[in-house]
C-alpha cells in the first residue's frame, strides 16, 4: 500500500460490525487507501471522525444518516469539507435527492462491488461525483424543475448576456418602447435595435416579449 501521506484516508461508518470488519480487510488489501477510523452508530462518531481527520467519509445505510438532524448533516457542519460517500443504499429517488441535500458527493447501490467502492472512494476523494447512471435524470430533473435556483454570474458570462443587455431585457419586460429605452440608457434607437438582434441570435428567440420570457426562465431575474 501506499505510504500514508499520499493515501486517501477513509473513515468508516457502519452500524453493522461484521461490516465493518469485513470492510476494513478490503479496503487495505486496496492501493492508495487507509482506513484511518471505525464507528457504528454512537454519540462519539463525530468525535471520533474529527480526530480521524479523514478525506472521505463511508457511510452504509444507516436508518437515521439522512434525517434532518442526522449523522451525515452533523458530519458535514463539523467537517465540511470532507467528502461523505454512501453505500448499500436503494434506487429510491427520494432518498438519493436527501442525500444530496445533506451534501453527500457519491451514492453507490447495495449490489456494488468492492472494486466499485474502491473506485468510488478515489472518485470522491479527487473532487468527483459519483452516483447510479439510472439516478443521474433524477438530479436534472430535480434541478430543471427547481423554483429556488438561479443562475449565477458566472453561468450569465458562459450564455453570453452583458450587462447592458441585462439592462435591456429587463427595460423591455416594463414595456419601454426602443425610443424610450434609448434615453434611458443614453444609446441611439439603433444602438438599441443591433443589441436586440443580438440577443435574439443569442436566445434563438424572435421578438421582444419571447425574449424576456427566455432570460426570465433562466433565472436572471424574479
Not at 452500524?15 to 470488519?21: F, K, S, V
Not at 468525535?47 to 481527520?53: K, Q, R, T
Not at 454512501?86 to 438519493?96: A, I, N, T, Y
Amino acid at each position: 500500500m501506499a505510504d500514508s501521506e499520499q493515501s486517501i484516508r477513509v473513515f468508516l461508518l457502519a452500524a453493522n460490525r461484521l461490516l465493518r470488519d469485513v470492510f476494513v480487510r478490503l479496503l487495505a488489501r486496496k492501493t492508495g487507501l487507509q482506513v484511518v477510523g471505525v464507528a457504528g452508530t454512537s454519540e462519539r462518531v463525530v468525535l471520533a471522525a474529527i480526530s480521524a481527520n479523514p478525506d472521505v467519509i463511508l457511510c452504509d445505510s444507516l436508518p437515521d444518516a439522512i434525517s434532518d438532524n442526522g449523522t451525515i448533516r452533523e458530519l458535514r457542519r463539523n467537517l465540511p469539507n470532507v467528502n461523505v460517500l454512501l453505500f448499500g443504499m436503494d434506487c429510491e429517488e427520494e432518498k438519493f435527492l436527501i442525500a444530496v441535500q445533506h451534501g453527500v458527493t457519491g451514492y453507490i447501490l447495495k449490489d456494488a462491488s468492492a472494486s466499485e467502492v474502491a473506485t468510488a472512494i478515489r472518485a470522491v476523494a479527487s473532487g468527483d461525483s459519483v452516483c447510479p447512471p439510472k439516478l443521474c435524470r433524477v438530479l436534472f430533473d430535480h434541478v430543471s424543475n427547481s423554483t429556488t435556483w438561479k443562475a449565477g454570474a458566472q453561468v450569465t458570462r458562459k450564455l453570453g448576456l452583458t450587462r447592458r443587455e441585462q439592462q435591456l431585457v429587463q427595460l423591455i419586460s416594463l414595456g419601454l418602447t426602443n425610443k424610450e429605452i434609448a434615453c434611458r440608457l443614453s444609446l441611439s434607437e439603433q444602438t438599441v435595435k443591433n443589441h436586440l438582434r443580438r440577443m435574439f441570435r443569442k436566445s434563438g428567440t424572435a421578438g421582444r416579449l419571447e425574449v424576456v420570457e427566455f432570460w426570465r426562465a433562466q433565472g436572471f431575474w424574479t
